[in-house]
Each structure stands twice: as structure tokens, then as C-alpha cells.
Nanobody, 116 residues
Framework: QVQLVESGGGLVQPGGSLRLSCAASGSIFNRRDMAWYRRAPGKQRAVVAVVTSGNTTTYVDSVKGRFTISRDNAQNTVYLHMSSLKPEDTAVYYC??????????WGQGTQVTVSS
């Protein structure tokens, strides 16, 4: 069964923190590079952070030093710890394998809203 279930989003003030979780089925997660993506209002979905099967991490410049991606291989789970959040981080956040395109299976995502 293919499954991606994102959780942990919410409303947070600028400067705040959130931790997102993604439970993935083994068919998507096992031995694959995984990523967090986000779709901001009026924009296309884009990669935010990647964790390889070997635990190497990379980030887009806009979140470097603020976001941390990690994975738990025993639980088929990917995490995104976000701190020093900014209004421009407002988006729906998704996890998936890396790369993943529009014809791949996607979960519902989790909404993150950064606002005072």
C-alpha cells in the first residue's frame, strides 16, 4: 500500500518553530533519497530539503540554517524541524521521494502558516 501522511503543521508566529513528520510506506521510503517540498500560495511545488539514503542533507538557500531534515529508517519516517520561521515559509508542506513529479503519488500535505 502506497502511503504518505504528513503532520505537524499549524499556525505559528514569526520566529517560532514547528516539527513536521511524514510517515511513508516502505515502497516509497526504503533505500531512497527523501525530500520535503512546499507549495506556497500562487507558486509551484518546490523542493525545500533532501536527505539521502546515506543521511546526507541538502537545503535550498532560503532555509539553510533554519530547517533540519532527518529520517528514521526503522519507522519509515521523515522529519523537518523548522525554526526562525518567516511569513514567506507559509505553504503546504509535502514529503516524497527525491525526485518526485506530478504523476507520482502525493499525500495531502500539512499546512504551515506563519503570521502574527
Amino acid at each position: 500500500q502506497v502511503q504518505l501522511v504528513e503532520s505537524g503543521g499549524g499556525l505559528v508566529q514569526p520566529g517560532g518553530s514547528l516539527r513536521l513528520s511524514c510517515a511513508a510506506s516502505g515502497s516509497i521510503f526504503n533505500r531512497r533519497d527523501m525530500a520535503w517540498y512546499r507549495r506556497a500560495p500562487g507558486k509551484q511545488r518546490a523542493v525545500v530539503a533532501v536527505v539521502t539514503s546515506g543521511n546526507t542533507t541538502t537545503y535550498v538557500d532560503s532555509v539553510k540554517g533554519r530547517f533540519t531534515i532527518s529520517r528514521d529508517n526503522a519507522q519509515n519516517t521523515v522529519y523537518l524541524h523548522m525554526s526562525s520561521l518567516k511569513p514567506e515559509d507559509t505553504a503546504v508542506y509535502y514529503c516524497n521521494k527525491m525526485p518526485a513529479g506530478p504523476y507520482d503519488y502525493w499525500g495531502q500535505g500539512t499546512q504551515v502558516t506563519v503570521s502574527s
